[in-house]
T-cell receptor, first 116, second 117 residues
Framework: DAGVIQSPRHEVTEMGQEVTLRCKPISGHNSLFWYRQTMMRGLELLIYFNNNVPIDDSGMPEDRFSAKMPNASFSTLKIQPSEPRDSAVYFC??????????????FGSGTQLSVL | AQSVAQPEDQVNVAEGNPLTVKCTYSVSGNPYLFWYVQYPNRGLQFLLKYITGDNLVKGSYGFEAEFNKSQTSFHLKKPSALVSDSALYFCAVRDTYSGAGSYQLTFGKGTKLSVIP
C-alpha cells in the first residue's frame, strides 16, 4: 500500500486566492482526519470523517475553511479566500475501523502551504 | 477536557546513552496514550500506544513507554540512543469519556530529540 497520499506537497499562493488540498486515504480505512501544524500552535485537529461523514469540525478555524469527503478514497480541504496566517503544514491521516486494538493514525507527508 | 504536556522542547543525548522524553496528561476518564515520531519533511509515524493492561508498552525501533497513573505520565524511553533516533516526538492522549463516535486525539507540542555522535 502506498500509504496516505497528499497533494500537492508544496503550495505557494497569494492572499485571497482559493487553495485546495487533496488526500487519498489508505484503502479500507474508514476514518480520515485533517490536521494543521504550525510552530506556534503545534498540531491541531481541524476535522475528521467517519465513513465519509463529517463527525467533528469544531477545529475548523473559520468559515473560510471547508472539507469534503465525497467517497471513501478522496477528501479535500479548501481555503477560500486564503490569508497569510493560514500558512502551515496540513496533514491528512487515516485510520482503520476505530477499535481499541488497531487504534492508530497513518499520516501523509503533508502539504506545505505558504500564503503570501 | 483532555490535554497533554511535553515539558521539554529539546532533549540532547549522546549516542549509546539511554534517552527519556517526558509526557504528562490530563483527562476526565481513562486515557488512551500514544507516541508518534516525525522525521524532517515527513508525516507523523506511530511508535506505540497504551490502551489498557501492562503499564510498560513496547513499540517500534526499540522504544518503550511506561504508563504511570498516579503521576499521570507516559514517558518515552530507549536504553541506547542511535543518531538515527534524532527526530521530533509527539505524545498524544484521548479520553475514553470522549463520547460515542468521538476520536479527538490531543497532541503535545513535540520534543526535538538530538542524538549526538
Amino acid at each position: 500500500d502506498a500509504g496516505v497520499i497528499q497533494s500537492p506537497r508544496h503550495e505557494v499562493t497569494e492572499m485571497g486566492q482559493e487553495v485546495t488540498l487533496r488526500c487519498k486515504p489508505i484503502s479500507g480505512h474508514n476514518s480520515l482526519f485533517w490536521y494543521r501544524q504550525t510552530m506556534m500552535r503545534g498540531l491541531e485537529l481541524l476535522i475528521y470523517f467517519n465513513n465519509n461523514v463529517p463527525i467533528d469540525d469544531s477545529g475548523m478555524p473559520e468559515d473560510r475553511f471547508s472539507a469534503k469527503m465525497p467517497n471513501a478514497s478522496f477528501s479535500t480541504l479548501k481555503i477560500q479566500p486564503s490569508e497569510p496566517r493560514d500558512s502551515a503544514v496540513y496533514f491528512c491521516a487515516s485510520s482503520p475501523r476505530v477499535q481499541r486494538k488497531n487504534e492508530k493514525l497513518f499520516f501523509g507527508s503533508g502539504t506545505q502551504l505558504s500564503v503570501l | 477536557a483532555q490535554s497533554v504536556a511535553q515539558p521539554e522542547d529539546q532533549v540532547n543525548v549522546a549516542e549509546g546513552n539511554p534517552l527519556t522524553v517526558k509526557c504528562t496528561y490530563s483527562v476526565s476518564g481513562n486515557p488512551y496514550l500514544f507516541w508518534y515520531v516525525q522525521y524532517p519533511n515527513r508525516g507523523l509515524q506511530f511508535l506505540l500506544k497504551y490502551i489498557t493492561g501492562d503499564n510498560l508498552v513496547k513499540g517500534s525501533y526499540g522504544f518503550e513507554a511506561e504508563f504511570n497513573k498516579s503521576q499521570t505520565s507516559f514517558h518515552l524511553k530507549k536504553p541506547s540512543a542511535l543518531v538515527s533516533d534524532s527526530a521530533l516526538y509527539f505524545c498524544a492522549v484521548r479520553d475514553t469519556y470522549s463520547g460515542a463516535g468521538s476520536y479527538q486525539l490531543t497532541f503535545g507540542k513535540g520534543t526535538k530529540l538530538s542524538v549526538i555522535p
